[in-house]
């Protein structure tokens, strides 16, 4: 990993930094559809952000330049055209590279949002047109500004709403991965075969793979490893339930091997993610 304190709460600005920002606590259309704040940026280092314990999902879309984005444990380039989302309790972190702009726009879920819930989506970055978010973001600022009506910004939420779909809810668009995918959450303790996935699916495994990987970047097998280590994650900050029981709900019979395959993707021990400091 990259030399950043992932142990500690970290949100710096720096004195280049532009963000427009609407929250919750502003606007009422924004708190009905469970979104705690929108922005749009304009980023330079020292630009950085670190949240040890996500209590929300995010999603961030690139719009120009690149910076560093945490997921799945490994630090990704974040370039134009991709949309990156952190499902809520996961390690999250972003930065900017020195001497490079990087041009954002981003929605925060609130903690009951459905979009927070566990085994809601696993770690992504996908290719995402941001501009038409980023216009209705700046939309909505706008509105804010104005001596406007209530229903003038919720329209404007509601298209944000609406692009953001496009993104975190990629099994949406494809009506045969929704009910698998379904099916793999409520049993995810399951030893799931790449055949009894594409039986699911009725499909063949090698077009369940192409799927896959056009929708969420990565096998059907990394999307399974992923979609249990989120709902791990979750359970372990939010109950107090032994760590060999977690491990078994989400199909880890060997606790070393679920150790091992937690550290990789998240950058702790299961012990040390649920000793983390909280926000």
């Not at 304009?42 to 120009?64: E, K, N, W």
Request: aromatic content about 8%; overall charge positive; glycine content about 6%.
């Amino acid at each position: 990993m990259e030399q950043l304190d992932l142990l500690t709460e970290t949100h710096i600005l720096g004195d280049d930094t532009h963000v427009l920002t609407v929250r919750a606590e502003q606007c009422e259309a924004l708190a009905a559809r469970h979104i705690a704040h929108v922005a749009v940026v304009d980023a330079a280092a020292p630009y950085t952000i670190v949240r040890t314990h996500l209590s929300g999902a995010f999603m961030q879309v690139c719009l120009g330049g690149h910076g560093r984005t945490l997921l799945d444990g490994r630090w990704h380039t974040h370039s134009v055209g991709y949309a990156s989302f952190a499902p809520a309790h996961v390690l999250h972190a972003f930065h900017c590279v020195p001497g490079t702009r990087w041009q954002l726009c981003w929605v925060r879920f609130m903690p009951t949002s459905p979009r927070s819930l566990a085994g809601a989506m696993a770690p992504a970055l996908t290719r995402f047109d941001g501009r038409p978010l980023e216009h209705a973001v700046r939309g909505l600022y706008h509105e804010m500004q104005q001596d406007a009506d209530p229903g003038s910004r919720a329209i404007w939420v509601d298209i944000i709403e609406r692009y953001v779909s496009r993104m975190v809810d990629p099994w949406q668009r494809e009506p045969r991965l929704n009910s698998m995918w379904n099916a793999v959450l409520a049993d995810l303790g399951r030893p799931w075969t790449l055949e009894e996935l594409a039986a699911l699916a009725n499909i063949s495994p090698e077009h369940l793979r192409r799927l896959c990987w056009k929708n969420f970047g990565r096998s059907p097998g990394n999307q399974l490893i992923t979609m249990r280590i989120a709902r791990a994650a979750h359970e372990l900050v939010t109950t107090q339930r032994k760590i060999e029981a977690i491990a078994r709900d989400v199909g880890y019979a060997n606790p070393f091997t679920f150790s091992n395959t937690f550290k990789r993707l998240t950058g702790f021990r299961p012990s040390e993610y649920r000793a983390r400091p909280r926000q």
